[in-house]
């Protein structure tokens, strides 16, 4: 990743996470809360593409993983926001630019309600049963509720602000084409002069070193033999 793609990634995921933890979890809704780091990481990674998704969701989630007041093993949030960035990521587009809003919007309610099972999973492997007493159904429903709502205020927010941050691929590779096709139409054409001068060389070389033998080869031959030349 470039220097200002970090730059920026490491602002988002820091303001994300300060108003997460000191805003939106102190609002005391019911159910889940309110995943303001998921969205930011959704985000950039529908911009940056999967690898970069992946890294920045891992770093995102180490960071939730140390943060007070985490009550969870650390690199737990880590791997779901990891593979969560990288699935997201993997939905970009060629070009870059999504027609509609309605693929962004699927994402986040496929990442809003794969993490919290993806999370609740990954408790259960490490001896963390929270998720069954407070009810899984309920908590799918209103993170995802909650991730829907807040999404168009943050998610296109952060897509325009990493854009700018984003060089254009298909300008850099029309670019290097076309470099690349005047150097070798230059390299045919300087080729092709160099074989029309080597023949002009090669003939008048040839021309007169020929001329010089005949002369030099009729001088001998009028020493030697006595024969007057024409």
């Known amino acids: 990743m470039h220097l ?6 490491t602002a988002l ?18 159910g889940a809360v309110p995943d303001l780091l998921l969205l930011t990481v959704l985000g ?9 998704g992946a890294l920045i969701g891992f770093g995102a989630g180490l960071l939730a993983d140390l943060a007070p007041p985490a009550d969870h093993a650390v690199g737990r949030y880590a791997l779901v926001l990891c593979v969560v960035g990288y699935a997201a990521g993997l939905t970009k587009p060629e070009n870059g630019q999504y027609r509609s809003a309605t693929v962004p919007m699927l994402v986040v309610a496929g990442a809003a309600l794969s993490s919290t099972l993806l999370y609740a999973g990954v408790g259960a492997l490490v001896g963390d049963t929270a998720a069954r007493h407070v009810g899984l159904g309920g908590l799918l429903l209103t993170a995802t509720v909650y991730d829907l709502l807040l999404a168009p205020f943050t998610v296109p927010a ?10 254009d691929p298909l300008a850099e590779a029309s670019g290097s084409a076309a470099d690349s096709a005047r150097g070798y139409g230059g390299g045919l054409l300087g080729a092709s002069r160099a074989r029309r001068l080597g023949g002009r060389a090669a003939r008048t070389t040839g021309g007169r070193s020929g001329g010089l033998l005949s002369r030099t080869s009729r001088s001998r031959v009028g020493r030697i033999r006595g024969v007057k030349r024409l």
């Open 158 to 167: 952060i897509m325009a602000l990493a854009r700018r941050t984003q060089h």
């Open 44 to 52: 950039l990674a529908l911009v940056y593409g999967h690898t970069g």
């Open 13 to 30: 995921v820091v303001v994300a996470l300060v108003v997460q933890v000191s805003v939106l979890a102190r609002l005391q809704l019911p």
């Open 4 to 9: 200002n793609r970090i730059l920026l990634s």
